[in-house]
Protein backbone atom coordinates (compact mmCIF):
# COMPACT_ATOMS: atom_id res chain seq x y z
CA UNK A 1 0.00 0.00 0.00
CA UNK A 2 0.60 3.60 -0.77
CA UNK A 3 2.23 5.51 2.28
CA UNK A 4 2.92 8.46 3.12
CA UNK A 5 6.02 8.78 1.07
CA UNK A 6 4.59 7.70 -1.96
CA UNK A 7 1.42 10.01 -1.59
CA UNK A 8 3.19 13.06 -0.83
CA UNK A 9 4.95 12.41 -3.94
CA UNK A 10 1.75 12.34 -5.70
CA UNK A 11 0.85 15.38 -4.06
CA UNK A 12 3.71 17.44 -5.20
CA UNK A 13 3.19 16.37 -8.58
CA UNK A 14 -0.43 17.07 -8.93
CA UNK A 15 -0.07 20.45 -7.24
CA UNK A 16 2.37 22.01 -9.45
CA UNK A 17 1.10 20.11 -12.59
CA UNK A 18 -2.84 20.55 -11.92
CA UNK A 19 -3.03 24.01 -9.91
CA UNK A 20 -5.28 26.22 -11.62
CA UNK A 21 -6.94 23.68 -14.11
CA UNK A 22 -10.47 23.20 -15.18
CA UNK A 23 -12.37 19.94 -14.95
CA UNK A 24 -14.17 19.39 -18.48
CA UNK A 25 -15.55 15.76 -18.50
CA UNK A 26 -15.83 12.81 -15.97
CA UNK A 27 -16.24 9.22 -16.52
CA UNK A 28 -16.43 6.98 -13.88
CA UNK A 29 -16.72 3.54 -14.97
CA UNK A 30 -15.67 1.31 -11.53
CA UNK A 31 -18.75 1.75 -9.05
CA UNK A 32 -16.55 0.11 -6.29
CA UNK A 33 -13.93 3.24 -6.75
CA UNK A 34 -17.05 6.34 -6.36
CA UNK A 35 -18.48 4.37 -3.91
CA UNK A 36 -19.56 7.04 -1.75
CA UNK A 37 -21.59 8.44 -4.88
CA UNK A 38 -24.95 6.74 -5.78
CA UNK A 39 -23.75 6.80 -9.30
CA UNK A 40 -21.51 7.87 -11.67
CA UNK A 41 -23.53 10.64 -13.12
CA UNK A 42 -23.76 11.93 -9.73
CA UNK A 43 -19.86 12.13 -9.15
CA UNK A 44 -19.83 13.95 -12.20
CA UNK A 45 -22.35 16.64 -11.53
CA UNK A 46 -19.86 17.23 -8.24
CA UNK A 47 -17.01 17.97 -10.71
CA UNK A 48 -17.69 19.22 -13.83
CA UNK A 49 -16.46 22.79 -14.35
CA UNK A 50 -14.60 23.34 -11.60
CA UNK A 51 -11.59 24.16 -10.98
CA UNK A 52 -8.42 22.41 -8.74
CA UNK A 53 -7.30 24.81 -6.10
CA UNK A 54 -4.48 23.07 -4.72
CA UNK A 55 -3.38 19.83 -3.96
CA UNK A 56 -2.96 18.46 -0.04
CA UNK A 57 -2.56 15.62 1.64
CA UNK A 58 -3.63 14.22 4.99
CA UNK A 59 -1.91 10.71 6.07
CA UNK A 60 -2.53 8.26 3.04
CA UNK A 61 -4.93 10.58 1.81
CA UNK A 62 -4.96 13.14 -0.85
CA UNK A 63 -7.22 16.80 -0.67
CA UNK A 64 -7.92 18.47 -3.45
CA UNK A 65 -10.10 21.82 -2.68
CA UNK A 66 -12.31 22.93 -5.46
CA UNK A 67 -13.22 26.27 -6.89
CA UNK A 68 -16.01 27.28 -9.44
CA UNK A 69 -20.04 26.30 -10.06
CA UNK A 70 -21.56 25.22 -12.76
CA UNK A 71 -23.26 28.16 -13.17
CA UNK A 72 -22.11 32.18 -13.24
CA UNK A 73 -24.81 32.90 -11.03
CA UNK A 74 -24.07 30.55 -8.43
CA UNK A 75 -21.85 31.41 -5.43
CA UNK A 76 -18.76 29.04 -5.32
CA UNK A 77 -19.91 26.28 -2.94
CA UNK A 78 -17.30 24.38 -1.12
CA UNK A 79 -16.15 21.09 -2.36
CA UNK A 80 -13.13 18.67 -1.73
CA UNK A 81 -12.09 16.21 -3.83
CA UNK A 82 -10.57 13.25 -1.88
CA UNK A 83 -8.39 10.15 -2.95
CA UNK A 84 -7.05 6.98 -1.40
CA UNK A 85 -5.04 4.48 -3.19
CA UNK A 86 -5.61 1.85 -1.24
CA UNK A 87 -3.59 -1.37 -1.87
CA UNK A 88 -2.86 -0.91 -5.65
CA UNK A 89 -4.16 2.51 -7.10
CA UNK A 90 -2.33 4.80 -9.21
CA UNK A 91 -2.83 7.91 -10.43
CA UNK A 92 -1.39 8.66 -13.55
CA UNK A 93 -1.61 11.80 -15.89
CA UNK A 94 -1.67 10.80 -19.80
CA UNK A 95 -3.08 13.38 -23.06
CA UNK A 96 -6.58 12.13 -23.73
CA UNK A 97 -5.33 10.28 -26.86
CA UNK A 98 -3.33 7.91 -25.34
CA UNK A 99 -3.99 4.12 -24.35
CA UNK A 100 -5.97 3.52 -20.93
CA UNK A 101 -3.84 1.23 -18.88
CA UNK A 102 -6.48 -2.20 -17.50
CA UNK A 103 -8.19 -1.11 -14.28
CA UNK A 104 -8.85 2.39 -15.16
CA UNK A 105 -11.61 3.17 -12.82
CA UNK A 106 -12.14 7.16 -13.09
CA UNK A 107 -10.99 9.60 -15.97
CA UNK A 108 -10.91 13.64 -14.93
CA UNK A 109 -10.67 15.38 -18.14
CA UNK A 110 -8.73 18.86 -18.05
CA UNK A 111 -8.47 21.94 -20.20
CA UNK A 112 -5.54 21.52 -22.34
CA UNK A 113 -6.28 17.75 -23.23
CA UNK A 114 -4.64 16.51 -20.15
CA UNK A 115 -6.32 13.19 -18.44
CA UNK A 116 -5.74 12.11 -14.58
CA UNK A 117 -6.65 8.22 -14.46
CA UNK A 118 -7.08 6.79 -11.73
CA UNK A 119 -6.25 3.04 -11.80
CA UNK A 120 -6.99 0.04 -9.39
CA UNK A 121 -6.88 -3.17 -9.78
CA UNK A 122 -7.83 -4.65 -6.27
CA UNK A 123 -10.55 -1.76 -6.24
CA UNK A 124 -10.01 -0.87 -2.25
CA UNK A 125 -9.17 2.39 -3.33
CA UNK A 126 -11.62 5.55 -3.41
CA UNK A 127 -12.19 9.01 -4.99
CA UNK A 128 -14.95 10.98 -3.52
CA UNK A 129 -16.11 14.43 -3.29
CA UNK A 130 -16.93 15.79 -0.05
CA UNK A 131 -18.46 19.52 1.39
CA UNK A 132 -17.10 18.34 4.54
CA UNK A 133 -13.78 17.26 4.89
CA UNK A 134 -13.19 17.81 8.51
CA UNK A 135 -16.03 15.14 8.75
CA UNK A 136 -14.69 12.66 6.50
CA UNK A 137 -11.19 12.37 7.11
CA UNK A 138 -11.72 13.09 11.40
CA UNK A 139 -10.42 9.80 12.31
CA UNK A 140 -6.80 10.62 11.33
CA UNK A 141 -4.60 11.88 14.44
CA UNK A 142 -1.56 13.62 13.88
CA UNK A 143 0.62 13.94 10.38
CA UNK A 144 4.40 12.78 11.25
CA UNK A 145 5.58 15.66 9.18
CA UNK A 146 3.21 18.36 9.10
CA UNK A 147 1.84 18.57 12.87
CA UNK A 148 4.76 16.89 15.32
CA UNK A 149 7.19 20.05 15.90
CA UNK A 150 9.26 18.19 17.98
CA UNK A 151 10.16 14.57 20.46
CA UNK A 152 8.33 16.47 22.85
CA UNK A 153 4.74 16.45 20.78
CA UNK A 154 5.81 12.81 19.98
CA UNK A 155 6.45 11.72 23.94
CA UNK A 156 2.88 12.96 24.97
CA UNK A 157 1.03 11.02 22.18
CA UNK A 158 3.11 7.86 23.62
CA UNK A 159 1.93 8.33 27.20
CA UNK A 160 0.63 5.59 28.90
CA UNK A 161 0.02 3.82 25.31
CA UNK A 162 0.05 0.22 26.09
CA UNK A 163 0.16 -1.00 23.02
CA UNK A 164 3.45 -2.60 21.12
CA UNK A 165 5.19 -0.09 19.16
CA UNK A 166 4.95 -1.13 15.13
CA UNK A 167 1.10 -1.26 15.86
CA UNK A 168 0.83 2.18 17.28
CA UNK A 169 2.82 3.48 14.26
CA UNK A 170 0.49 2.42 11.65
CA UNK A 171 -2.62 3.32 13.74
CA UNK A 172 -3.90 5.88 11.70
CA UNK A 173 -6.01 7.43 14.53
CA UNK A 174 -2.37 8.13 16.12
CA UNK A 175 -0.32 9.04 13.66
CA UNK A 176 -1.69 8.95 9.80
CA UNK A 177 0.58 8.22 6.88
CA UNK A 178 3.25 5.23 8.20
CA UNK A 179 2.39 1.53 7.09
CA UNK A 180 4.03 -1.68 7.54
CA UNK A 181 7.09 -1.28 5.11
CA UNK A 182 8.45 2.34 6.51
CA UNK A 183 7.42 1.73 10.38
CA UNK A 184 10.16 -1.08 9.85
CA UNK A 185 12.86 0.70 8.62
CA UNK A 186 11.73 3.85 11.30
CA UNK A 187 11.96 1.19 14.13
CA UNK A 188 15.08 -0.02 12.83
CA UNK A 189 16.75 3.52 12.46
CA UNK A 190 15.80 4.14 16.32
CA UNK A 191 17.21 0.66 17.23
CA UNK A 192 13.52 -0.01 18.54
CA UNK A 193 11.64 -3.73 18.41
CA UNK A 194 8.41 -3.54 17.11
CA UNK A 195 6.67 -5.32 20.31
CA UNK A 196 7.73 -3.33 22.71
CA UNK A 197 5.26 -1.53 24.51
CA UNK A 198 4.59 2.00 23.83
CA UNK A 199 4.83 3.61 27.29
CA UNK A 200 8.23 2.02 28.35
CA UNK A 201 9.98 3.94 25.84
CA UNK A 202 12.87 6.54 27.60
CA UNK A 203 13.24 9.92 26.99
CA UNK A 204 16.23 9.33 24.53
CA UNK A 205 14.36 6.51 22.80
CA UNK A 206 12.23 8.84 22.05
CA UNK A 207 13.96 11.22 20.76
CA UNK A 208 15.30 8.42 18.46
CA UNK A 209 12.20 7.48 17.18
CA UNK A 210 11.35 11.46 16.83
CA UNK A 211 14.70 11.77 14.71
CA UNK A 212 14.13 8.50 12.88
CA UNK A 213 10.84 9.01 11.38
CA UNK A 214 11.72 12.45 10.59
CA UNK A 215 15.02 11.53 8.56
CA UNK A 216 13.36 8.28 7.00
CA UNK A 217 10.59 9.58 5.65
CA UNK A 218 11.66 13.04 4.48
CA UNK A 219 14.66 10.91 2.34
CA UNK A 220 11.45 8.52 1.09
CA UNK A 221 9.79 11.63 -0.88
CA UNK A 222 13.56 13.10 -1.51
CA UNK A 223 13.73 9.58 -3.58
CA UNK A 224 9.97 9.75 -4.92
CA UNK A 225 8.56 6.65 -2.67
CA UNK A 226 9.33 3.20 -2.75
CA UNK A 227 8.54 0.80 -5.60
CA UNK A 228 8.73 -2.92 -4.03
CA UNK A 229 9.31 -5.97 -6.90
CA UNK A 230 5.89 -5.57 -8.29
CA UNK A 231 6.56 -1.87 -9.69
CA UNK A 232 2.74 -1.50 -8.24
CA UNK A 233 3.53 1.89 -7.02
CA UNK A 234 3.76 4.56 -9.84
CA UNK A 235 4.35 8.16 -9.80
CA UNK A 236 2.07 10.28 -11.52
CA UNK A 237 4.35 10.36 -14.70
CA UNK A 238 4.40 6.22 -14.23
CA UNK A 239 8.16 6.01 -13.30
CA UNK A 240 9.02 3.61 -9.70
CA UNK A 241 10.05 5.66 -6.87
CA UNK A 242 13.98 5.06 -6.02
CA UNK A 243 14.09 4.70 -2.00
CA UNK A 244 13.42 0.90 -2.15
CA UNK A 245 17.66 1.37 -2.62
CA UNK A 246 17.89 2.26 0.61
CA UNK A 247 15.84 -0.26 2.42
CA UNK A 248 17.94 -1.39 5.84
CA UNK A 249 15.73 -3.91 6.85
CA UNK A 250 12.03 -4.45 4.56
CA UNK A 251 12.37 -7.08 2.45
CA UNK A 252 15.68 -8.26 3.44
CA UNK A 253 15.38 -11.39 5.35
CA UNK A 254 18.23 -13.31 5.24
CA UNK A 255 20.66 -10.66 4.50
CA UNK A 256 23.10 -8.66 7.23
CA UNK A 257 22.46 -6.16 8.96
CA UNK A 258 23.77 -3.26 8.10
CA UNK A 259 24.80 -2.38 11.95
CA UNK A 260 26.14 -5.59 13.40
CA UNK A 261 25.72 -8.25 10.08
CA UNK A 262 23.87 -10.70 12.15
CA UNK A 263 21.08 -12.00 9.59
CA UNK A 264 17.98 -10.01 9.36
CA UNK A 265 15.13 -11.88 10.36
CA UNK A 266 10.70 -12.08 9.32
CA UNK A 267 8.16 -12.47 12.11
CA UNK A 268 4.73 -12.72 11.42
CA UNK A 269 2.40 -10.46 13.60
CA UNK A 270 -1.00 -9.57 12.88
CA UNK A 271 -0.95 -11.19 9.50
CA UNK A 272 2.03 -8.66 8.36
CA UNK A 273 5.64 -9.47 7.90
CA UNK A 274 7.98 -7.62 10.15
CA UNK A 275 11.68 -7.59 9.26
CA UNK A 276 14.12 -7.13 12.30
CA UNK A 277 17.23 -7.55 13.92
CA UNK A 278 17.05 -9.20 17.04
CA UNK A 279 20.77 -7.96 18.14
CA UNK A 280 20.44 -4.21 17.20
CA UNK A 281 16.37 -3.61 18.05
CA UNK A 282 15.40 -3.81 21.92
Not at 23 to 30: H, L, S
Not at 164 to 181: C, E, S, T, V, Y
Not at 199 to 226: D, K, N
Request: aromatic share 6%; proline share 4%; charged share 30%.
Amino acid sequence: MPELPEVETIRRDLDRELGGKRIERVTAGGVRSIRRHRDAAEFAAALVGRTVKSVGRRGKYLRIPLGGSHREDEPDPEATLVIHLGMSGQLLLAAAGDATARHTHVVLGFDGGRELRFVDPRTFGEVFVTDDQTRDLARLGADPLEDLRNWTELAELLHGRTTKLKPWLMDQRFLAGIGNLYSDEILFAARLRYDRPAETLSPAEVRRLFRSMTEILQAAIASRGSSLADEQYRDVFGAIGQYQRQHRVYGREGEACPRCRRAIVRVKTGGRSTFLCVRCQR
